[in-house]
């Protein structure tokens, strides 16, 4: 997985807590982002990182934060989960700014109770 | 493994044939475009990339064919293995942005002996 880890792994929370999942990578890659999984609708950007402490939001950004304080970290934060937030969430990372292909994470499974 | 193909259109073919899967893209201003393998449990990996200025790429056992025209995209397999099985997605990019790629929905690939 292209030097990227994401932990948990797996978490079952309940509704109305808040959540911190993490995106580590080893690659010096500028570009980070945070996708989300569903059944029937591929992978939707949630937000994206173009350098340290510059984030941008993307198509599904409601009810999620995000950091990048180093290179290596970007954190995905649900300031108070909902079971709509169920899903399974992988961070990528790219080279470049421009059209460059994005490797994936292995993924986090959440459940929101 | 993560439960994201249960309503995906799926391909079945027969060890040794060849395979093709189509895409439609949204975007005509999209330049570059993505083929990602997913198998279960793991995240999207990357299998061959495309470029506006091109009409075919070849690969490893892989072709991506590009109409514009029709804003058709498409990944041909050869001789199509068991190991070939999982969900593939097609993606694409407008240059100049921060490479915030646009997936499909994806499609399984089944391999049958």
């Known amino acids: 997985d292209a030097g990227i880890t994401q932990s948990p792994r797996h978490k079952v929370t309940e509704t109305g807590t808040p959540v911190t999942l993490r995106c580590h990578q080893t690659?010096?890659?500028?570009?980070m982002y945070w996708y989300r999984q569903d059944p029937g609708h591929g992978l939707r950007l949630i937000h994206y990182s173009y350098g340290v402490k510059d984030t941008d939001k993307g198509e599904v950004s409601d009810g999620y934060s995000v950091s990048r304080s180093k290179t290596e970290d970007f954190l995905l934060t649900l300031e108070s989960a909902t079971s709509s937030q169920t899903s399974v969430y992988f961070c990528?990372?790219?080279?470049?700014?421009?059209?460059?292909?994005?490797?994936f994470g292995p993924g986090t499974r959440l459940t929101v109770l | 493994g993560e439960s994201v193909g249960l309503h995906l259109p799926t391909l079945s073919v027969q060890e040794g044939d060849n395979s093709i899967i189509n895409c439609a893209y949204s975007?005509?201003?999209?330049?570059?475009f993505i083929w990602y393998k997913q198998e279960s449990g793991k995240g999207p990996q990357f299998i061959i990339d495309?470029?506006?200025?091109?009409d075919k790429r070849q690969g490893q056992r892989v072709t991506v064919l590009l109409n514009k025209t029709v804003k058709h995209l498409s990944l041909q397999i050869a001789a199509t293995q068991p190991g070939d099985s999982a969900v593939y997605f097609c993606?694409?990019?407008?240059?100049?942005?921060?490479?915030?790629?646009?997936f499909g929905a994806g499609t399984r690939l089944a391999v049958h002996p």
């Open positions: 993606a694409e990019n407008i240059t100049g942005g921060y490479n915030k790629l646009i």
């Open positions: 495309i470029r506006s200025n091109m």
């Open positions: 975007n005509s201003a999209s330049d570059y």
């Open positions: 990528a990372i790219s080279e470049s700014r421009g059209s460059d292909e994005q490797f």
């Open positions: 690659e010096n890659h500028r570009y």
